[in-house]
């Protein structure tokens, strides 16, 4: 069965940057649309960004001009790139399949374990 797998959080600096990787376990990422969610500690979770299966891509407001979703088809990888990072994107990153168009879905599938992104001087 398809599962995800996380990497690239960190701790980071405001104003600094960090590249996430999904990458698949017993499957491939090809045809999916695949979702980045967060979630912080007392907050409600996001969906901060998705790519759907033939590469539309959504933000939300919160990330837009500072995120990037892509998708290297070669590597079977989905990346997020986080720049200008700010102390309020400190959260567990996750990747999941949505079970709905992006940016609208509200059940997820395949989560992964997550990656901790945080932003602290």
């Known amino acids: 069965q398809l599962q995800l797998v996380e990497s690239g959080g960190g701790l980071v600096q405001p104003g600094g940057s960090l590249r996430l990787s999904c990458t698949p376990s017993?499957?491939?990422?090809?045809?999916?649309?695949i979702a980045w969610l967060r979630q912080a500690p007392g907050k409600e979770r996001e969906e901060v960004s998705c790519?759907?299966?033939?590469?539309?891509?959504y933000y939300a407001d919160s990330v837009k001009g500072r995120f990037t979703i892509s998708r290297d088809t070669a590597k079977d990888t989905v990346y997020l790139q986080l720049n200008n990072l700010k102390p309020d994107d400190t959260a567990v990153y996750y990747c999941?399949?949505?079970?709905?168009?992006?940016?609208?879905?509200?059940?997820?599938?395949?989560w992964g374990q997550g990656t901790q992104v945080t932003v602290s001087s």
């Open positions: 790519i759907s299966s033939v590469d539309n891509t």
């Open positions: 017993g499957g491939t990422l090809s045809g999916y649309a």
């Open positions: 999941a399949y949505p079970l709905g168009p992006c940016g609208y879905a509200t059940e997820y599938n395949y």
